[in-house]
């Protein structure tokens, strides 16, 4: 816990009334409960200031409706009860604004919270908040194994306010709710950090979820801005990162998935969905525990338009798994220097996926690379584009494939696709087109295998155009009508 150096001082100006909680009677040993102190002192216009000790609490404090509200601990320590003694609601610590009752500045900051005990995971702090929310310097120790709802809720109600959550973290994650005392009573489990009613902009920023049942970060309202700055996301189920919203970000974040359990049936990276002009930018994914549905980057169907820069992807492992992955009816999607090291047994380090749309995936300056397969079982090509009006420029991707593995590099199954300087190795066919209407050009095109040629082209297809390219063992020809081969050299 970074904690603050003199709480009073520092916010106390603010508020009307400063309370320091064990002055007014709370226990600083952990002992016994401090709910009663808390609902003795609450009052609008107030900071409650928590020194340095442990606080034990038994049951849920609830506050909504105030203009301003504080609390800040210095050295302190929460204690929740276990699930079998929490009187109430066993779910949350602090509620604190409702919706149809929201605060309207809320502050809650440096606090360490110990769930190090058996059963006692529980909501640390659910905040609604019309204005202004800052949650800062929140650090949850232990596994939530009580089944109950995660560790952080948020929303901005009011499309105008703001609120930050700096350096929330719950590394340890949770438990599955059938491992718990309140299975059946839930499904999955608890969310990390859920913001699906947001409406104003949240940002979260140099926050850390371990692997958590029910997704990590949660926060897919489409009316609200979303910014996740810094952090790491690790092993949760469903996904780590999972976003929506007008103009949110992922920026400068670390997703590690290398831990799968029994329960875990997905464990995507990022997930992008609700959203319009959403960006990800200089992301870093490492999967070394894949599964065939734990896409690296999964572009929802609802993602109307998104942007991903800078951004590098590794996956590794004995499963299938596939990179970025857009699905068939999302909007314009766009990939511009990028890296994805693709080293799993199979799968699509790129998979632009099967559409009748033809907003444009636009993919620029961006390598692939890796060894993958151990097997010739589908899921072999490098890209696999199937959506019309793609383009891609100075893209490089270099599929050997690992003992003996045929691998492809680039397949267009779809129409009018551009491919524009780039280079192409794979240790089966560099370049595939089923489509019409395709133009290769100004590319470098050659198989690992001697005896291959750089490109195929298949039956029936129409109107391929192949032009100022290098095609090594030149083209295999399968009944292409209409083919343009102009100045390509072999």
């Known amino acids: 816990m970074q904690a603050t150096a003199n709480p009073e001082s520092e916010y106390g100006g603010n508020y009307d009334n400063v309370v320091n909680v064990a002055d007014a009677g709370a226990d600083t040993s952990g002992s016994q409960s401090i709910n009663p102190v808390l609902e003795d002192v609450r009052a609008d216009n107030t900071l409650l200031v928590f020194p340095e000790g442990r606080y034990y609490m038994d049951e849920q ?18 204690v929740p009860a276990n699930y079998h003694d929490f009187a109430g609601p066993q779910f949350r610590l602090f509620r604190l604004g409702v919706s149809y009752s929201p605060g309207g500045d809320l502050l809650f900051e440096g606090f360490d919270v110990d769930q190090t005990a058996s059963d006692t995971g529980i909501r640390v702090i659910e905040a609604n908040v019309s204005q202004h929310l800052e949650v800062r310097d929140i650090t949850i120790d232990g596994e939530h194994d009580s089944g109950t709802w995660g560790p952080g809720m948020f929303a901005i109600t009011d499309p105008n306010g703001h609120g930050t959550i700096e350096r929330f973290r719950a590394p340890d994650g949770g438990l599955h709710a059938d491992q718990t005392p309140n299975a059946g009573n839930i499904w999955r489990g608890p969310i990390g950090i859920e913001a699906n009613t947001n409406v104003g902009e949240l940002e979260f920023i140099d926050c850390e979820l371990g692997g958590f049942p029910d997704n990590g970060i949660y926060a897919i309202s489409e009316e609200g801005t979303v910014v996740v700055e810094g952090g790491r996301f690790a092993n949760s189920n469903g996904a780590n990162v999972r976003i929506g919203g007008q103009d949110s970000v992922i920026r400068d974040v670390s997703v590690v998935v290398d831990r799968t359990r029994s ?3 997905s464990q995507r990276a990022v997930r992008l969905e609700n959203a319009d002009d959403i960006h990800v930018d200089n992301v870093d994914i490492t999967i070394t525990s894949p599964q065939s549905t734990s896409h690296a980057i999964a572009v929802m169907n609802t993602c109307r338009s998104s942007r991903i820069e800078e951004t590098s992807v590794e996956i590794s492992g004995d499963e299938v798994n596939h990179g970025v992955v857009v699905s068939p009816e999302a909007g314009d999607t766009h990939i511009v220097n990028s890296e994805i090291v693709h080293e799993a047994a199979g799968g699509y ?34 890209i696999r584009c199937g959506r019309d009006n793609c383009r891609f420029s100075h893209v490089s991707v270099d599929q050997p494939g690992r003992d003996g593995v045929d691998r492809n590099g680039l397949v267009v199954t779809a129409d009018e696709t551009t491919v524009y300087q780039g280079t192409f190795r794979a240790s089966q066919y560099p370049y595939v087109d089923q489509g019409n209407g395709n133009v290769f050009r100004n590319a470098h095109a050659e198989s690992d295998n001697s005896s291959r040629e750089g490109v195929r082209l298949y039956p029936d297809i129409d109107g391929p155009e192949l032009r100022v390219n290098t095609i090594v063992n030149g083209i295999d020809d399968l009944g292409a009508t209409n083919v343009t081969d102009w100045q390509n050299s072999t």
């Open 349 to 382: 380090p790129l998979w632009i996926r099967d559409s009748t749309k033809d907003d444009r995936v636009l993919v620029e300056l961006t390598e692939i690379s890796g060894e993958a397969g151990v097997t010739n079982a589908g899921f072999q090509d490098g």
């Open 61 to 78: 404090f609830r506050f909504t409706g105030f203009d301003q509200f504080g609390m800040v601990g210095d050295g302190a320590t929460l």
């Open 263 to 265: 329960y875990d049936n």
